[in-house]
């Protein structure tokens, strides 16, 4: 190999850097437009809790579709069959999403909210229990799904999904939420499913 085709070689690889270190400033200074516009509620639903409400962003059509673009392009190349979203604002991004990605739309509900034969999970509350419900004939053996929920705080709600997703044979690409609270660790109970976030607290 001569030193003109490593020089244009070199020149490539130099380039291509060039353009992801674009993409990732572009994404970076959307995220933060998506950032700031999230509003915190101190208190709620209980004192010493801040809340991220995120209602505010989804009311600004602009910023609303850059959620729904960010996400989608992170996922447009791969084969998703089916969009699970969880109760209730995971609708919300996942209904929109599924309609960008051209998949299937299953909803995760809580207890005695879906009318027909249902498979369970509960999970854990600081004080007591709750359960999420889906239909049996949501999901075939072997579909790739995508999990979507606005916020990951302790990982239980997500973990019950995955249950679910477990005991209707199908394959969890990956989760992915609007937001993540790190600083609650509910990374660690995914079972070491991929996950993704576009906003870190």
């Known amino acids: 190999m001569n030193r003109t085709v490593l020089s244009r070689q070199s020149s490539v690889v130099s380039c291509q850097s060039s353009v ?3 993409q990732l400033s572009v994404v970076s200074k959307d995220v933060e437009k998506l950032k700031q ?3 915190d509620v101190p208190d709620f639903p209980k004192r010493g809790i801040i809340f ?3 209602t505010p962003l989804l009311s600004q059509p602009e910023l609303f579709r850059k959620i729904i673009d960010l996400l989608a392009q992170r996922y447009l190349t791969q084969k ?3 969009i699970i979203a969880i109760e209730a604002r995971g609708f919300i991004l996942g209904a929109a999403l599924a309609y960008r990605l051209k ?3 299953v909803p995760i509900r809580k207890k005695n909210k879906l009318p027909w034969k249902v498979f369970s999970a509960t999970y854990a509350l600081e004080y007591g229990q709750d359960s999420l419900e889906v239909h049996q004939d949501a999901l075939q053996n072997k579909e790739r799904v995508l999990i979507v929920d606005d916020v990951l705080a ?6 019950a999904v995955l249950e679910l997703v477990e005991k209707l044979g199908a394959e969890v690409v990956e989760i992915a939420c609007l937001i993540e609270l790190t600083f609650l660790n509910g990374r660690e109970k ?3 499913v991929p996950m993704y976030s576009l906003i870190q607290y």
């Open 37 to 39: 516009a999230i509003r």
């Open 103 to 105: 998949t299937g739309f």
């Open 80 to 82: 998703i069959d089916k």
């Open 190 to 192: 995914l079972k070491q």
């Open 20 to 22: 992801v270190s674009r």
């Open 154 to 159: 302790t990982g239980g709600t997500v973990s």
């Open 52 to 54: 991220k409400d995120i």
